[in-house]
């Protein structure tokens, strides 16, 4: 292979900086502690939009990859940008199922590159831990836009008994709820209503499971080939 050609498979599967993947973990815990403790604020709503907004556009250099990913990063989220903040203005201007929709497509594809590039990487380093953690929440934050979507669509469909606002699914709540499904913790606040509720639950469950099973045997694999060469 000439050094041009291992120059351009390089770029197509390079990862986000050590930086990058560093600062965009740092932003997803943000939102994931700081939420719940502004989410009885009059400015709650505020202050998450703000945070969502960090993690979106922290979002965007660890994807990593050619420019090309990096444009495709930040044009999937910008309508997420613009509608999170336009519908918190002006609520009657943007409808939230917009902005979600948006968010659901922008998280797939942060989770899409990152899984990739885990399954691609020659060894375990600080990158490869900050990608599969970030994915791990990222997938979160995903199925909390699908729960929020569902309730905007679908009035009702699940019973809360938290904050505020009872049976009413918050952007807390649902993130609550979806990281309380992937890791089994018992959210008795909050429970599905109907089968389409209970149904993305379990595939989100399911999908959680199949996520750690395959990241443990990849950092493992990766693992025992460098050891093996090493010897």
């Known amino acids: 292979m000439s050094l041009k050609q291992t120059t351009e498979v390089n770029s197509r599967t390079r990862g986000p900086s050590r930086y990058s993947a560093a600062q965009f973990l740092v932003a997803l815990?943000?939102?994931m502690c700081l939420s719940p403790l502004f989410d009885d604020f009059s400015q709650g709503s505020l202050i998450e939009s703000v945070l969502l907004t960090l993690v979106l556009l922290s979002a965007i250099p660890a994807v990593g990859g050619t420019w090309r990913t990096t444009l495709i990063a930040s044009l999937l989220a910008l309508p997420v940008v613009a509608g999170k903040w336009i519908h918190h203005?002006?609520?009657?201007?943007?409808?939230?199922?917009?902005?979600?929709?948006?968010?659901?497509?922008?998280?797939?594809?942060?989770?899409a590159h990152h899984f990739r590039f885990i399954l691609r990487s020659r060894k375990v380093d600080g990158q490869v831990l900050c990608a599969g953690v970030s994915t791990f929440i990222m997938l979160g934050l995903l199925w909390s836009?699908?729960?929020?979507?569902?309730?905007?669509?679908?009035?009702?469909?699940?019973?809360?008994?938290?904050?505020?606002?009872?049976?009413?699914?918050?952007?807390?709540g649902a993130l609550y709820f979806s990281l309380g499904t992937m890791?089994?913790?018992?959210?008795?606040?909050?429970?599905?209503?109907?089968?389409?509720?209970?149904?993305?639950?379990?595939?989100?469950?399911?999908?959680?499971?199949?996520?750690?099973?395959i990241l443990i045997s990849r950092l493992v694999s990766i693992h025992t080939e460098r050891t093996a060469n090493i010897d």
């Open 29 to 31: 815990l943000l939102l």
């Open 89 to 111: 203005l002006w609520p009657d201007l943007v409808p939230v199922s917009l902005y979600l929709v948006a968010g659901i497509v922008f998280a797939a594809f942060v989770v």
């Open 145 to 172: 836009f699908g729960y929020l979507l569902l309730d905007n669509l679908t009035p009702e469909s699940f019973r809360v008994d938290i904050g505020p606002h009872a049976n009413r699914l918050s952007g807390f």
């Open 183 to 213: 890791t089994g913790l018992s959210v008795d606040e909050i429970a599905p209503a109907n089968n389409s509720a209970r149904m993305l639950a379990l595939l989100e469950a399911l999908l959680s499971l199949f996520y750690v099973a």
